[in-house]
């Protein structure tokens, strides 16, 4: 599984927190996991959801909600309808790097959300509640005490789940005035229903609720003996193994996204894909790659960058450099390990550069070698990683011809 961290604009301008969960091969489908009411996207059952769908194929977007978590703004200002904006707001980012969601996936409130998103994200194709409450509304069970105090002075600090939070009116006016029926009967998307009948904080009645009102095609899954949070590991695997297998039944896997560029004998060809806005072909002989950029720059992060290629190869020459060397010297080297990292410096910072003005590329090198070699082997060894091929046309002077074909 590879993870990505990194920030979207919510619905309030604010910057929220973002982590994109994908699988080690190019992802099946892009799903979206909206967190339980003041939780965070870190929260137990959301990290290990996540995790099983990788493992499947399935990459997973979970975000902190406005004013929770990592994100920026002000919980108090904050409600349901302003939830399902975010929703929305990471749909968006996903779709403007040619990933939108397929699925969206939520957690108690985070599962009215997602409900009620659903008609606003075209491309989802199927939506799954966890301890979902059918009446936006019955979250304000949690803080009942305090109403008559938020009505009359306009806010009140309530505690939940251990902590203060300050809640205000237009909260209440909000969920007050939420048809979720209206958004579960008109949904026109496979649901996923999962409940736990032992549920203290949301009755299992809210599943059969969100049963009758929704059309086919719809399933229930009963979360034996699992609390609303699905502390205990077993029930948040139990579930995200259920996810998984019906993600994987629901969601069409779609033809592999390599486009079917065709080699030129001697020639590296890249070709443009055309999914998302970087994602390109590459063919090297009869090998096929695609190189991306990373989702937090508008990629889909389905293949490695430009630099990352570059640092690649020179990496590669610079391994297999050494081995040769090695080898014709009867040294016993076992493997070598290299890696290389590219960034911007300024060029003041450069001692041995002749350029002194702006900024400059350094590709930092660091090689390990394995073996039993004495010190003196692994010295002439480093200075013959600065004569591969690759190394000596990156520190060179070089002439790039550029034609329209």
């Given at each position: 599984?590879?993870?990505?961290?990194?920030?979207?604009?919510?619905?309030?301008?604010?910057?929220?927190?973002?982590?994109?969960?994908?699988?080690?091969?190019?992802?099946?489908?892009?799903?979206?996991?909206?967190?339980?009411?003041?939780?965070?996207?870190?929260?137990?059952?959301?990290?290990?959801?996540?995790?099983?769908?990788?493992?499947?194929?399935?990459?997973?977007?979970?975000?902190?909600?406005?004013?929770?978590?990592?994100?920026?703004?002000?919980?108090?200002?904050?409600n349901f309808s302003s939830n399902v904006a975010d929703l929305v707001r990471a749909a968006d980012h996903l779709r403007q790097a040619g990933a939108a969601p397929a699925?969206?996936?939520?957690?108690?409130?985070?599962?009215?959300?997602?409900?009620?998103?659903?008609?606003?994200?075209?491309?989802?194709?199927?939506?799954?509640?966890?301890?979902?409450?059918?009446?936006?509304?019955?979250?304000?069970?949690?803080?009942?005490?305090?109403?008559?105090?938020?009505?009359?002075?306009?806010?009140?600090?309530?505690?939940?789940?251990?902590?203060?939070?300050?809640?205000?009116?237009?909260?209440?006016?909000?969920?007050?005035?939420?048809?979720?029926?209206?958004?579960?009967?008109?949904?026109?998307?496979?649901?996923?229903?999962?409940?736990?009948?032992?549920?203290?904080?949301?009755?299992?009645?809210?599943?059969?609720?969100?049963?009758?009102?929704?059309?086919?095609?719809?399933?229930?899954?009963?979360?034996?003996?699992?609390?609303?949070?699905?502390?205990?590991?077993?029930?948040?695997?139990?579930?995200?193994?259920?996810?998984?297998?019906?993600?994987?039944?629901?969601?069409?896997?779609?033809?592999?996204?390599?486009?079917?560029?065709?080699?030129?004998?001697?020639a590296v060809v890249v070709e443009d894909t055309g999914n998302g806005q970087f994602q390109q072909a590459v063919a090297i002989g009869p090998h096929r790659l695609l190189?991306?950029?990373?989702?937090?720059?508008?990629?889909?992060?389905?293949?490695?960058?430009?630099?990352?290629?570059?640092?690649?190869?020179?990496?590669?020459?610079?391994?297999?450099?050494?081995?040769?060397?090695?080898?014709?010297?009867?040294?016993?080297?076992?493997?070598?390990?290299?890696?290389?990292?590219?960034?911007?410096?300024?060029?003041?910072?450069?001692?041995?550069?002749?350029?002194?003005?702006?900024?400059?590329?350094?590709?930092?090198?660091?090689?390990?070698?394995?073996?039993?070699?004495?010190?003196?082997?692994?010295?002439?060894?480093?200075?013959?990683?600065?004569?591969?091929?690759?190394?000596?046309?990156?520190?060179?002077?070089?002439?790039?011809?550029?034609?329209?074909?």
């Amino acid at each position: 599984m590879r993870s990505k961290r990194f920030t979207f604009p919510g619905s309030q301008g604010f910057l929220l927190s973002a982590r994109l969960d994908k699988p080690d091969t190019t992802p099946r489908a892009y799903a979206l996991f909206a967190h339980c009411f003041t939780c965070t996207k870190d929260i137990f059952a959301a990290s290990r959801i996540a995790q099983v769908l990788t493992e499947h194929g399935i990459a997973v977007l979970r975000f902190d909600f406005t004013g929770l978590g990592s994100s920026e703004g002000e919980f108090a200002n904050t409600n349901f309808s302003s939830n399902v904006a975010d929703l929305v707001r990471a749909a968006d980012h996903l779709r403007q790097a040619g990933a939108a969601p397929a699925i969206l996936i939520g957690h108690s409130l985070g599962g009215a959300a997602v409900l009620a998103a659903a008609g606003s994200i075209s491309e989802v194709k199927a939506v799954a509640t966890i301890g979902a409450p059918f009446d936006v509304g019955h979250v304000t069970a949690s803080f009942s005490d305090r109403i008559p105090e938020i009505e009359a002075k306009g806010e009140a600090e309530v505690s939940l789940v251990g902590r203060p939070f300050v809640i205000r009116r237009q909260f209440l006016e909000d969920v007050a005035v939420q048809k979720l029926e209206q958004h579960i009967a008109t949904l026109k998307r496979s649901l996923l229903i999962l409940h736990a009948p032992l549920d203290r904080q949301v009755g299992i009645e809210n599943a059969g609720a969100i049963f009758q009102a929704a059309k086919h095609p719809k399933s229930f899954v009963s979360l034996d003996r699992a609390d609303h949070l699905l502390s205990r590991r077993q029930d948040a695997e139990y579930a995200a193994g259920v996810l998984a297998a019906w993600a994987a039944n629901v969601i069409e896997t779609p033809a592999a996204p390599m486009a079917p560029v065709a080699a030129v004998e001697g020639a590296v060809v890249v070709e443009d894909t055309g999914n998302g806005q970087f994602q390109q072909a590459v063919a090297i002989g009869p090998h096929r790659l695609l190189a991306d950029e990373p989702v937090a720059v508008g990629g889909t992060d389905s293949g490695p960058g430009p630099y990352d290629l570059l640092l690649a190869a020179l990496g590669a020459c610079t391994a297999m450099t050494i081995r040769l060397n090695a080898a014709g010297k009867g040294w016993p080297l076992v493997k070598t390990r290299v890696i290389l990292r590219h960034a911007k410096i300024h060029a003041a910072d450069c001692r041995s550069c002749e350029t002194t003005v702006g900024k400059i590329d350094r590709i930092t090198r660091e090689i390990t070698f394995y073996g039993e070699l004495d010190d003196d082997q692994r010295r002439r060894l480093l200075e013959i990683a600065d004569k591969c091929p690759v190394h000596r046309t990156l520190t060179s002077e070089i002439e790039i011809v550029t034609t329209a074909a």
